[in-house]
């Protein structure tokens, strides 16, 4: 079992940063793989970017590449997600996630993710 909790959500207008931590408690961090995923209004959850235990694979999606970055914290037990050139699409509750050690090819699907935050809300005014 691993508990997850975010932090760093807020609002913040258009072109802005914000940087996402997630605290992780439980079983060893290093051995998951690690994800952020949002959910907007009305739409459903998507993946956003994910980490593997190893960090050999990282992976982002098409609509943040470019201006996110996941990176890890092995000492600290801590995920983040650092986030620049926001735009008012990127306003949505960022949910944490972790995985036992799964496959490269499916790090980026959200059901093979067992362990989950409670989320964290940016608002990107324009």
């Known amino acids: 079992q691993v508990q997850l909790v975010e932090s760093g959500g807020g609002l913040v207008q258009a072109g802005g940063s914000l940087r996402l931590s997630c605290a992780a408690s439980?079983?060893?961090?290093?051995?998951?793989?690690m994800g952020w995923f949002r959910q907007a209004p009305g739409k459903e959850r998507e993946f956003v970017a994910a980490t593997a235990w190893s960090r050999v694979t990282t992976a982002y999606s098409g609509s943040v590449k470019g201006r996110f970055t996941i990176s890890r914290d092995t000492a600290k037990n801590t995920l983040y997600l650092q986030m620049n050139s926001l735009k008012s699409e990127d306003t949505a509750v960022y949910y944490c996630a972790a995985r036992d050690r799964g496959p490269p090819q499916s790090i980026a699907t959200m059901r093979t993710y067992d362990f989950w935050g409670q989320g964290t809300q940016v608002t990107v005014s324009s």
């Open positions: 439980g079983r060893t961090f290093s051995s998951f793989d």
